[in-house]
């Protein structure tokens, strides 16, 4: 299980300055539980950027320093609470990239012993790491390329036939496009690890537990922000499960589609 943050603005904007100190500070905190690691992606062009480490984010004075920098404007932040049984390793710490996309997830798919089913051969080969999440990418980067572009309709294959062949509680994603935002909402509340939260001390409050895998957005004048939950976001708008928020980096059109 991890923490995602997307953003779209309409120039190159740090993240903490999109979210204003109190709320950046806020979030960090999130990596007291969530550990395993840190990543961010970037585009101030049409290729992206992104940087990794295998440690804790609130620990390492490059997370701080990354996170108060203009790289981009559009880009995403990850929070890594690793699976059981998936090593912490740099190949192993989201984001992945393939070509010139990013991508991000929060969950956690089994059986572990079955992920090598979930893609054909050729692209089990061009995995990096050992993770369910990048196979989850490249499984839509799959549908991607056999649906024409259409990565709406990807996405609704790749969370059609993963939650249909194992078991997962979360298949929350931010994917990143050289020209879209893409904050990917799949979840089943009813799969929420309460005793693991618990036990991590997080959140005295059981709504708080049941809501851990939530998603909510932000739409302002100069930016969209979509981010998991666990730190306070007075103001915004639930993304529901089973729906995709598709922002366009050009316009900040922004749209909430179902995946159907």
Known sequence: MCRLLGYCSRDAASVAGLLGTESFRALTSLSDLHEDGWGMAWYAGSRPATW??????????EYDKLAWQPLGDLGLLHLRWATPGLP??????HPFQYGDYTFAHNGAIHPQERLGEMLPPEWERRLAGTTDSERYFLHLMWRLAERDGDMVAAIADSTAAISQGYTTGSLNAILLAPDTLYAISFYDRSMVPA??????????????VAAYFDLAYQVTDDAVLVASSGWPMPGWTPLPSAHVLVTDRRTLATSVLPIS
Do not use: C, F, M, Q
């Not at 990794?52 to 004075?61: F, I, L, T």
């Open 88 to 93: 912490v390793t740099d190949a192993n710490t």
């Open 52 to 61: 990794k480490s295998p440690a804790r984010a609130g620990r390492e004075p």
């Open 195 to 208: 005793d693991r939260l618990r036990e991590r001390g997080y959140g005295d409050d059981p709504d708080e």
